[in-house]
C-alpha cells in the first residue's frame, strides 16, 4: 500500500515555466510535509516543508500548496531554471511518531 | 564538519557474501536512518534508530541488520546478499523531532552496491 503517491514520474518544463509536482496522501494523521531535491549522484536534502494549519507556504522561486480536505499537497517552481534540473521527492509522516514516507520522485528536466 | 559520511562509496559483492555499510555524523543527531534507492521506487527506509542503542524496523528490513553502539554511527549489515539488494543507499540523520519541530533528515551520499 502506497501511502503517499506523486506525479508526474518525470516532467520537462521550459525555462522560465512553472513545474508543478503532485502529491497525494492516504494517513489523515500525517501532519509534516517535505520536499526534498536530489541532484544526480548527491544525498537528497530538505527543499521545503509544510505543516497542515496554513494551506500555503513560499520560499523564494518555491511554494507548496497544501489541501487538507483532498489530501494533497504540491510544489510549484515559478521561473524554472535549468539548474532546478533535479529528482524531487515529496515526503509525509507524523511528526515525531512516524519516519517519513516518501513518494515516488519526480524526475524534473527544465530546457534552455 | 563533515555531515554525514558513508562508507565505502561503491561496493560489488557476489550472491551470498557479507558486508557492512558505516555512517557515521558529526552533528550530535538522535536519530539515524538507512535507505535503499532503486529506480522508480523512490526512497524505501531499511531501519532507523532514535537513539544509541536502540533500532526498529522500516518498510524493508528483511535481508539487513544494524547496530548504533555509539550515537554518531550507523552500521548496515548484509549478512547473505543477494542480486535483489542491488540498489543505492543512503544514511540519513536527524534531531529528535519532536524537540525540533521539524523533520529535517541531513542525507549523506551514498552508497553503490551491486551484487552479482
Known amino acids: 500500500q502506497q501511502q503517499v503517491k506523486q506525479s508526474p514520474q518525470s516532467l520537462i518544463v521550459q525555462k522560465g515555466g512553472i513545474s508543478i509536482i503532485n502529491c497525494a496522501y492516504e494517513?489523515?494523521?500525517?501532519?509534516?510535509f517535505p520536499w526534498y531535491q536530489q541532484f544526480p549522484g548527491k544525498g537528497p536534502a530538505l527543499l521545503i516543508a509544510i505543516r497542515p494549519d496554513v494551506s500555503e507556504k513560499k520560499e523564494g522561486r518555491f511554494t507548496i500548496s497544501f489541501n487538507k480536505s483532498a489530501k494533497q499537497f504540491s510544489l510549484h517552481i515559478m521561473d524554472s531554471q535549468p539548474g532546478d534540473s533535479a529528482t524531487y521527492f515529496c515526503a509525509a509522516s507524523i511528526l515525531g511518531n512516524t519516519p517519513l514516507v516518501f513518494g515516488k520522485g519526480t524526475r524534473l528536466s527544465v530546457i534552455a | 564538519n563533515a555531515g554525514v559520511t558513508q562508507t565505502p562509496k561503491f561496493r560489488v559483492l557476489k550472491t551470498g557474501q557479507s558486508m557492512t555499510l558505516l555512517c557515521a555524523q558529526d552533528?550530535?543527531?538522535?536519530?539515524m536512518y538507512w535507505y535503499r534507492q532503486d529506480p522508480g521506487m523512490g526512497l524505501r527506509l531499511i531501519h532507523y534508530?532514535?537513539?544509541?542503542?536502540?533500532?526498529a524496523k522500516g518498510e524493508v528490513p528483511d535481508g539487513y541488520n544494524v547496530s548504533r553502539l555509539k550515537k554518531q554511527n550507523f552500521l548496515l549489515g548484509l549478512e547473505s546478499a543477494a542480486p535483489s539488494q542491488t540498489s543505492v543507499y543512503f544514511c540519513?540523520?536527524?534531531?529528535?523531532?519532536?524537540?525540533?519541530?521539524?523533520?529535517?533528515?541531513?542525507f549523506g551520499p551514498g552508497t553503490r552496491l551491486t551484487v552479482l
Open positions: 540519513a540523520s536527524s534531531y529528535d523531532p519532536k524537540r525540533g519541530g521539524n523533520d529535517e533528515q541531513f
Open positions: 534508530s532514535v537513539g544509541e542503542g536502540t533500532t
Open positions: 494517513n489523515t494523521a500525517f501532519d509534516y
Open positions: 552533528m550530535n543527531h538522535e536519530y
